[in-house]
């Protein structure tokens, strides 16, 4: 009697309660023993695994089915677990699939054959796959990348990317930035630097981001280069609904009826429908100091205010859950001014009126007292000092003074025989 080697096989019911999918797949089965109907079952593993990359962050698994797998009326599938960078387990009828996912510090994933016959499913060995990290020195990497987008205007969308050097990476090293959105690729074309030249900032003023759509994958990757080093790559993915900004709401109209502020604008620009966004309303009293931040669900606000009191108010926009994930809050709008601080106002017309009955009244009594020459008797003239020193010689000296000219003042009488000569002759 000629004996073969049968392995011990495990094969549960998929309808079974207790029946989980770990349990499903850790199914081994390598030969059955014969059964009454005599038939044996070989679950084997795929053939030529490979691992390649076809884009930027982007992986193409891909095998055969083993030639030799005896099918046998059952159909076939396969597990596919990626182990690295971030775990994940799908199962696919497919012989291969892509995955997009960061490739700087490497990429490992395994594949197995699983064969369902009935209400049995029965796997196979794994085969696994392996890429390496990206190379580079250690610490020469970016950090700290921060991404944001924005619709514009004309209905595209911008990007802009913010990141700090490596702690490693030399002084001379150069960045560049390269963003791929489904099948397009392209490099960042205005950069901002540091003080020591280095890129650290990446403006899109467009790109082929389509902001209608929901959950697609933004890839950016950076590189660099360096005489003193080599600069190792880094890639990260972003969700382009987790890091859109919403523009600040447009168009808006405040006024006020009676004690009631009435606030009304238009959505912000976006192709999203106006259901699509809530709104925080930043109220002011500039009186008392008090602030109040309110969620709107629509583009109109009706709130009672303080009819004395002046107030400030801003607006601005988010997605809600109903439409997409939350990014962003847009800037807060311009600040608006509405209302009256009665108080403050009575103060100021007090003030204005006490300065011009002031004002006033000091011109009339100037007015009266100019009438009444009330001044000059206030304060009356300074005299003039009479002259307390006499002079010696009054007459001589004026005798002197005009002897010499033509027609002679006598003031004194000259002693007989003496004439004018002499007596300047006397006098110096």
Not at 223 to 243: H, M, T, V, Y
Not at 284 to 299: D, E, Y
Request: proline share 7%.
């Amino acid at each position: 009697m000629v004996t073969r080697p049968v392995c011990c096989c495990l094969a549960v019911p998929l309808h079974h309660p207790k029946m989980t999918r770990g349990m499903g797949l850790f199914l081994l089965l390598l030969w059955a023993a014969d059964t009454p109907q005599g038939a044996a079952v070989q679950v084997l593993p795929p053939v030529n695994f490979t691992l390649t990359v076809s884009a930027l962050a982007q992986v193409l698994l891909h095998w055969e089915p083993n030639p030799a797998q005896e099918q046998s009326n059952s159909t076939i599938r396969y597990d596919v677990e990626i182990l690295s960078p971030v775990p994940e387990e799908y199962d696919t009828k497919r012989t291969q699939s892509v995955r997009t996912v960061a490739l700087h510090d490497g990429f490992s994933a395994r594949v197995r054959t699983l064969l369902l016959q009935g209400h049995l499913q029965m796997g196979s060995a794994w085969v696994q796959g392996h890429l390496p990290p990206l190379p580079g020195a250690a610490g020469t990497s970016v950090t700290n990348l921060s991404c944001v987008t924005r619709v514009t205007s004309a209905g595209s969308a911008s990007l802009r990317c913010t990141w700090l050097p490596g702690q490693g990476a030399p002084e001379d090293t150069e960045y560049f930035l390269f963003y791929r959105y489904e099948a397009h690729t392209e490099e960042c074309p205005t950069y901002s630097r540091d003080r020591w030249n280095r890129n650290i900032e990446c403006r899109f003023s467009r790109t082929w981001i389509k902001p209608g759509e929901i959950d697609n994958l933004i890839v950016i990757h950076i590189n660099g280069s360096s005489k003193r080093a080599a600069i190792k790559p880094f890639q990260q993915l972003f969700n382009q609904n987790a890091i859109e900004k919403v523009n600040i709401p447009r168009n808006i109209s405040v006024s006020l009826q009676q004690n009631d502020l009435l606030a009304v604008w238009e959505k912000p620009i976006s192709p999203f429908h106006e259901e699509c966004f809530e709104y925080e309303f930043y109220l002011t009293n500039m009186r008392s100091g008090n602030k109040q931040i309110l969620k709107i669900p629509s583009s109109s606000f009706r709130v009672r205010l303080d009819g004395s009191s002046r107030y400030s108010l801003r607006i601005r926009a988010s997605h809600n859950h109903l439409c997409r994930a939350r990014g962003f809050w847009s800037d807060w709008s311009e600040i608006i001014h509405v209302g009256q601080n009665k108080l403050e106002n009575s103060t100021a017309w007090i003030l204005t009126l006490l300065c011009v009955s002031t004002s006033c009244s000091f011109l009339l009594v100037a007015i009266i007292c100019k009438i009444n020459h009330v001044w000059s008797k206030l304060f009356p003239p300074i005299p003039t000092p009479s002259n307390k020193f006499r002079d010696p010689f009054p007459v001589d000296y004026e005798r002197a003074r005009t002897c010499g000219s033509s027609t002679e003042t006598e003031v004194g009488r000259l002693p007989q025989g003496l004439s004018c000569s002499v007596l300047e002759d006397s006098v110096f």
